[in-house]
């Protein structure tokens, strides 16, 4: 199984970046899929989440309005939007599966997850 997560970088405040991550060696539509982040000096926490067929999504309530979650199952393939960034959003950013019995249900917890990527980068500038 690996997921690869991918399109950190650097940018300014308020801009946007789109992390995707890629998932193989598992049956993607069967997976509910999250993004978490670990900031330096912090510990790893939620950011979004979204149930296997999309139906349902979950964010922090820091990220909430400027982030947005999406899937592409064909493409094995979940996203990442954010805008409006701040500096505090200045992480290292971890997609992660777990495989769900419901086609509706999410996960908000790291300890719910199986398989995590590496992380991608990203850096808000001020």
């Known amino acids: 199984v690996q997921l690869q997560a991918s399109g950190g970088g650097l940018v300014q405040v308020g801009g946007s970046l789109r992390l995707s991550c890629g998932a193989s060696g598992i049956t993607f539509s069967s997976y509910a899929m999250g993004w978490f982040r ?20 979950s964010y922090a309530d820091s990220v ?7 899937r592409d199952n064909a493409k094995n393939t979940v996203y990442l939007q954010m805008n409006s960034l701040k ?16 086609a509706s ?3 908000y917890t790291w300890g719910h997850y199986t398989y995590w990527g590496q992380g991608t980068q990203v850096t808000v500038s001020s």
């Open 38 to 57: 670990q900031g330096p000096g912090k510990e790893r926490e939620f950011v979004a989440a979204i149930s296997r067929s999309s139906t349902g999504t």
């Open 64 to 70: 909430k309005g400027r982030f947005t979650i999406s």
């Open 87 to 102: 500096p505090e959003d200045t992480a290292d950013y971890y997609c992660a599966a777990v495989y769900s019995n419901s």
């Open 105 to 107: 249900s999410y996960y």
